[in-house]
């Protein structure tokens, strides 16, 4: 049972990883080869393998930072491990409010395929900000956005139609996400028409809010115990799903001598 599951998760690192050499504009970082049989270590795999997928998914063109991409791929990874999502969930959404709300900041990446799903504008809290969202919090009507991981859950019919409940996996940050209905809705004061308007889009009551034209296809893709991360300009922010040891423990855990020439 036990190599059976680290075949299973190990499977969802390396399953399309066909790199012989590894170096990064995005990272701004670069793995040296010391010789052609040396084997990596475990963090060296972990980072090879997040720019692989950074690379193969264009992610950079679309405007997703590196070091975002990877703390999202890394508490992923652990909420995997610790079993808050099946080992069959390959769905990431990226929120990225350091971004303007004028810029599409919103990804949501099929990290198995190693595809882009989708790029989209998506609103924060009107007590976060106007153009901007600077400021964030888990409280009770505060109409701020809160930063971290969540988890989807199921689709329901409520105030603005088709929904998607979330739960926040941050104590501190996000965790009063169901009680604040924190949840992903189509809202008209997303996308171009409000940009043109005022010069940004409009902004939720804290919910990640999303265009009425594309909130289908965003909960249809990321419904059913996926991963969502928001990232924010907030330095006293801090998850334990950002730590790197479980990813590397289970690298290193694994019965398999990985060296670069075998992908």
Request: aromatic letters at 12%; a neutral charge.
């Amino acid at each position: 049972m036990r190599k059976h599951f680290l075949w299973v998760t190990m499977s969802i690192f390396f399953l399309s990883a066909t790199i012989l050499s590894w170096k990064s504009d995005g990272a701004n970082r670069s793995v040296s080869v010391r010789k052609e049989n040396a084997a990596f270590t475990t963090k060296e795999l972990f980072e090879q393998y997040v720019n692989n997928l950074y690379e193969a998914a264009h992610l950079k063109e679309a405007g997703l930072a590196f070091n975002v991409f990877e703390k999202a791929v890394t508490g992923y990874t652990n909420l995997k491990l610790s079993h808050q999502v099946p080992q069959s969930s390959e769905v990431l959404t990226v929120v990225d409010f350091s971004k303007s709300s004028r810029e599409k900041r919103m990804w949501i990446i099929n990290l198995l395929n190693k595809q882009l799903v989708l790029n989209t504008w998506v609103a924060h809290g009107s007590g976060s900000g106007q153009e901007m969202a600077n400021h964030f919090s888990d409280a009770n009507d505060s109409h701020e956005s809160s930063l971290g991981f969540y988890v989807t859950d199921k689709v329901y019919n409520g105030k603005h139609g088709r929904s998607l409940y979330l739960d926040g996996m941050d104590e501190g940050f996000n965790g009063n996400a169901r009680m604040r209905s924190i949840v992903v809705h189509g809202a008209n004061y997303v996308g171009p028409a409000a940009i043109n308007e005022q010069g940004y889009i409009g902004r939720s009551f804290g919910c990640p809010a999303v265009s009425p034209k594309v909130v289908n296809k965003v909960i249809n893709t990321i419904a059913g115990k996926t991963v969502l991360f928001i990232n924010g300009n907030d330095e006293s922010y801090y998850s334990k799903y950002l730590d790197e040891t479980g990813p590397l423990n289970l690298m290193a855990s694994a019965d398999t001598s990985f060296n670069f020439t075998k992908f």
